[in-house]
C-alpha cells in the first residue's frame, strides 16, 4: 500500500549508515507518510485517547477482563492482524503501516506490551515459520484477539543465555507427541493467552519451537509477578510437566528454533523502539503542560532555563529515536518491495538484515524514554513523585524497556559484534573504511578543509562526519589491538556500539531536518535546533568513548599518539546549545507539546 510513497527510499544494507553517506530524499521519514498513513496515525490516536487512557486505573489496578476486551476492540479495528497475511484474516500491510500504530496507540505501556507481545513476539514466529495448517488453525483466531499469543523462551536460570535453557522435548512412544519438561519464567500474557511459542531442546540437545494451546495437559500457568512497573500487562510463569504436544505443532525445523527465537527479537526490538517513542511523546505532553501551567518565582516554570533545557533534551532524543524508527521500517519496507506477499521466509530475512538498526533503536529508544520520564518527573518536583499523576507510572514503566527483548547491555554488545563479523565475513566493507581512516589520520593534517561551508546545518555535518571518523578510529585501533579477542572486551564493545549508535541516531536526525528545510515546513527550525542539540551531545559521547577504548588498547608514546588523532578529529567549535536549548523549548510550549 504505502510503497508508492517509498520509490525513493533506499534499502541500504544493515550497518551500511557508518560507512556511506545518504542524501534526504533516500531516507524515509514521518514527513513522507501518504494520506491512509496519516489516516491510521489519527484513527489509532483516537482510539489511545478515546479507549485505552479511560482505562489506565483498570488496567493497572489489572480488572479482570478488561485487558482483553480493549484488545478485541483493537482487533475489529484491524489494529493486530496488520501484519497478518488476508488470507488468514489479517490485514497484510506494509512495515510503516504498522510501525504507525504501534507508536500511535501507545499511550499506556502495560497495553504496548500486551499488544506488541501478541502482534511480534507471539504472533510473527507463526506468519515465518508456520506451515500452511497451523497457519489456517491458529492466525485467523490471534488476528481478531479470540486467543491472544505469548512467547516463551526465558527461563528461571537462562534469560540472557537463552541457548542455555533446560525444558526439554522427548517423542513419544508412538511417534505422535512431543512430551515438554520444563518451566518458563517472565513470560508476558502468560495469563492471558490462547496460544504460546515455547521453546525447547529435543532429547536435551536440539532447540526446537512448538506451538502450545492453553488447554493442552501439561501446561499450567503459575501465578501472576508483582511488578515495578507495567502492572497492567500479565507476566507469568508456565510450568511443562509431561505437557504433551501433538508433532504436528512443532515449529520450523527440529534443532531450527534458535533462528526464529532470535530473529523474531529483531522486529520485537524494532517494535519497542516505536513504543518508546509513542510512550514519550505522551510524556514530553504532560510535562510541557506542567511547565506551562506551574508558576514559580512569578512566572510559569516552562519560562525557566533549566526546566527549558529538560524540555528541550527530551524532545531532541525524541526525535532522533522517532527519525531512526521510520528511517528503518523505511528501508524494511524498500526491502521487501520485490518479495512475494506468500515467501514469509524471506521477507523475515530481509528484515534480518537491519539487525544492527534493531538493536541501536532498542538501546536508543529505552534509554530516550527513561530520560524522558525522568525529566518529567524532575520538571513536576513533588507532584512527579506521587501516584496522583501519571509521571510516577511513566517513569515506573519505562525501566522494563532496557531489560526485556535482550538487555541493552547485550544489545551494545550484538551492534558491536555484529558489525565486527560482517566485516570479517567481507559483507561490509568495515575494514576498508577503517583502513582510509587509519591512514587518512596518520597523515599530516592539510588544512584545506577548514573553510565554512554554508550549506543547510553544515555545522551538523560536519560533526556527523567527524563522529563517523572517530568510530572508525576507535574501531581500527581496537581490533589492531584485540584482534579475534575484541568480543571479549566487553567495556570496548559497548563503547564501540555507543559511538555506531550515535552516528546512526544524527544521521537519521540530519536527514530528516534537511528534508523538513528543503520541503520549507513550519517545523523547518525546530528540527534543526534539535539537530544542533544531537549534534553537539555525539560529540561529547563520541569523544569520551573514544578516549577510553583508545587508553584501553594503548599506553606510553603509543597512547599519546591516538589522543592526538582523536583531538585533531574531534575539534570543533561549539555551537550556542544555551540558544537551541531556548529555540526547541519555545517551539514546544508553542505547540503544548512534542512539536512534530
Ligand atoms: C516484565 C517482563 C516481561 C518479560 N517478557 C518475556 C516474554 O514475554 N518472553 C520471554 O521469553 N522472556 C520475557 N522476559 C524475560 C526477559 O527477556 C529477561 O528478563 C531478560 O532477557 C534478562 O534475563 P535475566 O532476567 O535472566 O537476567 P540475566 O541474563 O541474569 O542478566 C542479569 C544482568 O547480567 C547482564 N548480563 C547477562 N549476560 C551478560 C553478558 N554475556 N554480558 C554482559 N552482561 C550480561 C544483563 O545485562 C543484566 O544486567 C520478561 C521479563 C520481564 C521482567
Avoid at 176 to 188: R, V
Avoid at 192 to 213: M, N
Avoid at 489 to 496: G, H, I, R, T
Avoid at 554 to 576: C, F, H, K, V, W
Wanted: charged share 20%; aromatic share 6%; proline share 3%.
Amino acid at each position: 500500500m504505502a510503497i508508492s510513497t517509498l520509490q525513493p527510499i533506499v534499502s541500504a544494507r544493515g550497518g551500511s549508515f557508518l560507512l556511506e553517506t545518504r542524501s534526504p530524499a533516500e531516507v524515509f521519514t514521518p514527513e513522507d507518510f501518504s494520506e491512509e498513513q496519516r489516516q491510521i496515525a489519527a484513527t489509532a490516536e483516537r482510539f489511545a485517547r478515546e479507549e485505552i487512557v479511560p482505562a489506565i486505573p483498570a488496567i493497572e489496578a489489572r480488572q479482570p477482563g478488561v485487558m482483553q476486551a480493549l484488545m478485541r476492540k483493537a482487533a475489529e479495528l484491524g489494529f493486530t492482524s496488520i501484519e497478518i497475511p488476508e488470507e488468514y484474516g489479517g490485514m497484510g500491510m506494509d512495515k510503516v503501516s504498522a510501525a504507525i500504530l504501534t507508536d500511535h496507540l501507545s499511550a499506556l505501556a502495560s497495553v504496548s506490551t500486551a499488544m506488541g507481545a501478541h502482534c511480534g513476539i507471539g504472533t510473527l514466529p507463526l506468519v515465518w515459520y508456520g506451515t500452511e495448517d497451523q497457519k489456517q488453525r491458529y492466525l485467523p483466531k490471534l488476528a481478531t484477539c479470540e486467543w491472544l499469543a505469548a512467547y516463551a523462551l526465558s527461563e528461571a536460570s537462562s534469560g540472557s543465555d537463552a541457548m542455555n535453557i533446560r525444558t526439554r522435548a522427548t517423542l513419544s512412544a508412538d511417534g505422535s507427541h512431543y512430551i515438554l519438561n520444563g518451566e518458563k519464567h517472565w513470560i508476558t500474557n502468560g495469563g492471558t493467552a490462547g496460544l504460546y511459542t515455547v521453546f525447547a531442546k529435543i532429547d536435551g540437545d536440539k532447540f526446537s519451537a512448538f506451538l502450545i494451546e492453553r488447554d493442552t495437559p501439561g501446561l499450567s500457568i503459575g501465578a501472576e509477578e508483582h511488578k515495578m512497573g507495567i502492572r497492567g500487562s500479565s507476566t507469568c510463569p508456565l510450568v511443562l510437566q509431561d505437557c504433551m504436544v501433538p508433532v504436528e505443532n512443532l515449529l520450523g525445523e527440529a534443532g531450527k528454533g534458535h533462528h526464529i527465537a532470535f530473529n523474531v527479537l529483531n522486529v520485537g526490538r524494532l517494535k519497542m523502539g516505536m513504543a518508546c517513542v509513542g510512550g514519550a511523546r505522551h510524556a514530553m505532553a504532560h510535562m510541557i503542560r506542567y511547565a506551562m501551567e506551574r508558576h514559580a518565582f512569578g512566572k510559569p516554570i516552562a519560562e525557566l532555563g533549566l526546566i527549558q533545557r529538560k524540555i528541550a533534551a527530551s524532545a531532541s532524543q525524541l526525535f532522533a529515536a522517532e527519525s531512526m524508527v521510520y528511517r528503518t521500517v523505511g528501508m524494511i519496507d524498500a526491502s521487501l518491495a520485490d518479495v512475494d506477499a506468500n515467501s514469509s521466509r524471506e521477507a523475515q530475512k530481509r528484515i534480518e538484515e537491519y539487525a544492527v538498526e534493531c538493536s541501536i533503536i532498542k538501546v536508543y529508544s529505552s534509554e530516550m524514554l527513561s530520560l524522558v520520564a525522568d525529566d518529567l518527573v524532575g520538571t513536576m518536583g513533588g507532584y512527579g513523585f506521587v501516584e496522583d499523576y501519571p509521571a510516577e507510572r511513566h517513569y515506573r514503566d519505562a525501566r522494563i524497556n532496557r531489560i526485556f527483548e535482550g538487555t541493552n547491555e547485550i544489545n551494545r554488545l550484538i551492534i558491536t559484534g555484529f558489525l565486527m563479523k560482517r566485516a570479517m565475513q567481507g559483507q561490509l566493507p568495515l575494514l576498508k573504511a577503517i583502513k582510509q581512516v587509519m591512514d587518512e589520520v596518520t597523515e599530516p593534517p592539510s588544512f584545506d578543509g577548514g573553510s565554512e561551508m554554508d550549506s543547510l546545518l553544515s555545522h551538523e555535518t560536519a560533526l556527523l562526519v567527524a563522529a563517523k571518523k572517530i568510530t572508525l578510529f576507535s574501531a581500527g585501533v581496537a581490533s589492531q589491538r584485540f584482534n579475534t579477542g575484541l568480543q571479549d572486551q566487553q567495556e570496548v564493545m559497548a563503547d564501540l556500539a555507543d559511538m555506531i549508535s550515535q552516528v546512526f541516531a544524527l544521521e537519521s536526525a540530519l536527514l530528516r531536518a534537511q528534508k523538513i528545510a528543503e520541503s520549507k515546513r513550519s517545523t523547518a527550525a525546530v528540527a534543526a535546533a534539535m539537530t544542533g542539540l544531537l549534534a553537539e551531545e555525539t560529540m561529547g559521547i563520541a569523544e569520551r568513548a573514544a578516549r577510553r577504548v583508545l587508553a584501553a588498547c594503548a599506553e606510553g608514546d603509543m597512547l599519546r599518539t591516538q589522543l592526538a588523532i582523536l583531538r585533531r578529529l574531534a575539534r570543533s567549535t561549539p555551537a550556542n546549545s544555551v540558544e537551541l536549548s531556548h529555540t526547541v523549548a519555545r517551539h514546544c510550549i508553542q505547540a503544548g507539546k512534542y512539536p512534530l
